[in-house]
């Protein structure tokens, strides 16, 4: 079954250290891929996308993702991570054809310490 | 206004009782899409509305629940004799043609007694 997980339930980490959220799908093509931020009692905000071309996108935020192929994964990094970057993380795929609709993992809730 | 707008923001009823969401999408977005985000979960896609084309209903848990959206505009979410399981955050997102990212609302959380 197609599916998109998300390893990490939860992650803490401090102010300023780095962040690496991981997500792996199960398609038998290459999706697009995205990560979006929810923030609470808000809506998802897109962070970054990837469609094709170069693996490694840059997104709002300073997050970066990089798409690996071989390893069906899309993790989501952000080098020194900001109090305001708790939030969840949600990562979501879509095969681009008709319909877009898009899979999403179970999120990763991300605490951060002073 | 310049996004996604749903109401209301927060809907508490009896199980039982009907309840109607609403979506108005980004002007001019032609694809219109409704999720059900349960508490501590990620999001389950509904329905997807793209044009007069016929929607695409594969994600309705049951016949309860049903949606309408007229042309390119409002869209309105229908839960019928509502059941405590149905209570989540209800959450809207429109995109134009072709595979452009979703423009999400903030959301609708739906509380059954």
């Known amino acids: 079954a197609q599916s998109v997980t998300q390893p990490d339930i939860h992650i803490t980490v401090s102010e300023g250290a780095s962040l690496e959220l991981r997500c792996n799908y199960s398609y038998g093509a290459t999706p697009y891929l995205f990560w979006y931020v929810q923030s609470p009692g808000q809506g998802l905000q897109l962070l970054l996308k990837y469609f094709s071309g170069d693996t490694l996108v840059q997104g709002i935020k300073g997050f970066e993702a990089e798409f690996k192929r071989s390893q069906s994964s899309f993790n989501l990094r952000k080098p020194s991570v900001h109090w305001s970057d708790a939030a969840e993380y949600f990562c979501a795929v879509n095969l681009g054809a008709a319909g877009n609709k898009l899979t999403f993992g179970g999120g990763t809730r991300v605490l951060v310490k002073p | 206004g310049a996004g996604v707008s749903q109401s209301p923001s927060n809907k508490v009823t009896e199980k039982g009782k009907d309840v109607e969401l609403r979506c108005d999408p980004i002007s001019g977005h032609t694809a219109l899409y409704w999720y059900r985000q349960r508490l501590g979960q990620g999001l389950e896609f509904l329905i997807y509305f793209q044009g007069n084309s016929a929607p695409d209903k594969s994600g309705l848990p049951s016949d309860r629940f049903s949606a309408e959206r007229t042309g390119e505009s409002v869209s309105t979410l229908t839960i019928q004799r509502t059941q405590q399981e149905d209570s989540a955050v209800y959450l809207c997102?429109?995109?134009?043609?072709?595979?452009?990212?979703?423009?999400f609302g903030d959301g609708t959380r739906l509380s059954i007694l």
């Open positions: 997102a429109s995109t134009e043609q072709g595979n452009q990212p979703q423009h």
